[in-house]
Structure formats: structure tokens, C-alpha cells
T-cell receptor, first 116, second 112 residues
Framework: GAVVSQHPSWVICKSGTSVKIECRSL??????MFWYRQFPKQSLMLMAT?????????EQGVEKDKFLINHASLTLSTLTVTSAHPEDSSFYIC????????????FGEGSRLTVL | AQSVTQLGSHVSVSEGALVLLRCNYSSSVPPYLFWYVQYPNQGLQLLLKYTTGATLVKGINGFEAEFKKSETSFHLTKPSAHMSDAAEYFC??????????FGTGTSLTVIP
């Protein structure tokens, strides 16, 4: 299957700092990528849809200024958690749809963010 | 919008026993159906998918699922559970507009 890589896998930061998470499609071009947040023992919560060359589409209730998404190329989307606070601690997962198939989603490895 | 229901947020089976994880969806139009597995602190890995054709689909790690249109179900099974199967399993549906909808997940515990 297609490969989506996410970095970093783990990040610990101090409250008030910003953290950037990268999501790359390694063997295909992804015009659209998705960012999810997952709380312990829960399902995925779609945060936003990242569109190459245009603004991201955020789900209701997700703060655009808090979670900045940039999709500058067909293989890279970034999520920046700005002025992070402990309540932003979570598992963040990106995914991309392989255009060569039926459009199934392939997921990155996930990034565990801990804000102290 | 679609809805995906996974009955049983936690399922426990003995090693070597049958695994059955249930998934029902709401669409009246046959969608694309998927099962994903998630190990702790990892992303989701595609187990199997149904698009068209044969209703019994085989996936990785010995899992299979059967699409039953009349029951709007896509249950996941494995004849004999292995300790390494312990994980979180998500059923997902993609409609013709390529919108993805996930179930709430089922945590599988395998008892030695």
C-alpha cells in the first residue's frame, strides 16, 4: 500500500511554545491530506482537511489560529500547534488518500504531543 | 451523512478462539468499506477493504470480512486469535463522494 510518513513520533514541549508536525506522502502525490486528533481510548476526530496550494478546511470547533495547517507541496502537509498548552496534549494522526486506488486512506504513524 | 456502528467497544477472546468484530453502516447505496487496525501509539493500518465484486474479502494477518448488503454489515473475523492481534480495530465507510466515516473502534484483548 501507499506510504505516509509522519514526524516526529514523540514531542514534549513547554507550555506556550509552538510545535510543528510533518506529514509526507512518500510514493504518491496527495492533493488532500487529513489531520486527526485522537484522545485516549477514543476514535479519530477529524480536525481539518489540508488542500495543496489553498487554505485548509477546518471542522467545526477546531481553532484555526491554534492549529495552523500548511500544504505547500503535493507530498507535504504540516500541522503547527501554536502556543501549546497542556490541554493540547494528544495523539495527532495524518492521512492521505492514494489517488491511484479507490481512494482509501493511508495513515502516518502518529505524533504524541505532550505539553508540560 | 453516513454512520458507522461498531457493536462492542471491548471484545475479549481466548488465544486460538474465533474473533468476531461487528460493524454496521447506514448507507442505502453500497459504499466502500474498510477495516483498519491500530496498535498502541501508532497510526492506522489498512487490514482489508471492500469495493465491488466478491463479498468476502481477505486481508492481512488472516483476517477477513464479509459484506452483507441486506444486513448493511461488514463484520470482521479471524478463525484463530493470536496474542499479536490485540489492538484497536476501526471500521470505516467511504461514500461515493469520498467522505470517510469511522466507527468508534473496538478494543480486542486476547487472553492467553
Amino acid at each position: 500500500g501507499a506510504v505516509v510518513s509522519q514526524h516526529p513520533s514523540w514531542v514534549i514541549c513547554k507550555s506556550g511554545t509552538s510545535v510543528k508536525i510533518e506529514c509526507r506522502s512518500l510514493d504518491f502525490q496527495a492533493t488532500t491530506m487529513f489531520w486527526y486528533r485522537q484522545f485516549p481510548k477514543q476514535s479519530l476526530m477529524l480536525m481539518a482537511t489540508s488542500n495543496e496550494g489553498s487554505k485548509a478546511t477546518y471542522e467545526q470547533g477546531v481553532e484555526k489560529d491554534k492549529f495552523l495547517i500548511n500544504h505547500a507541496s503535493l507530498t507535504l502537509s504540516t500541522l503547527t500547534v501554536t502556543s501549546a498548552h497542556p490541554e493540547d496534549s494528544s495523539f495527532y494522526i495524518c492521512s492521505a488518500r492514494d489517488p491511484r486506488g479507490i481512494g482509501e486512506l493511508f495513515f502516518g504513524e502518529g505524533s504524541r504531543l505532550t505539553v508540560l | 451523512a453516513q454512520s458507522v456502528t461498531q457493536l462492542g467497544s471491548h471484545v475479549s477472546v481466548s488465544e486460538g478462539a474465533l474473533v468476531l468484530l461487528r460493524c454496521n453502516y447506514s448507507s442505502s447505496v453500497p459504499p466502500y468499506l474498510f477495516w483498519y487496525v491500530q496498535y498502541p501509539n501508532q497510526g492506522l493500518q489498512l487490514l482489508l477493504k471492500y469495493t465491488t465484486g466478491a463479498t468476502l474479502v481477505k486481508g492481512i494477518n488472516g483476517f477477513e470480512a464479509e459484506f452483507k448488503k441486506s444486513e448493511t454489515s461488514f463484520h470482521l473475523t479471524k478463525p484463530s486469535a493470536h496474542m499479536s492481534d490485540a489492538a484497536e480495530y476501526f471500521c470505516a465507510v467511504s461514500d461515493r463522494d469520498n467522505q470517510f466515516y469511522f466507527g468508534t473502534g473496538t478494543s480486542l484483548t486476547v487472553i492467553p
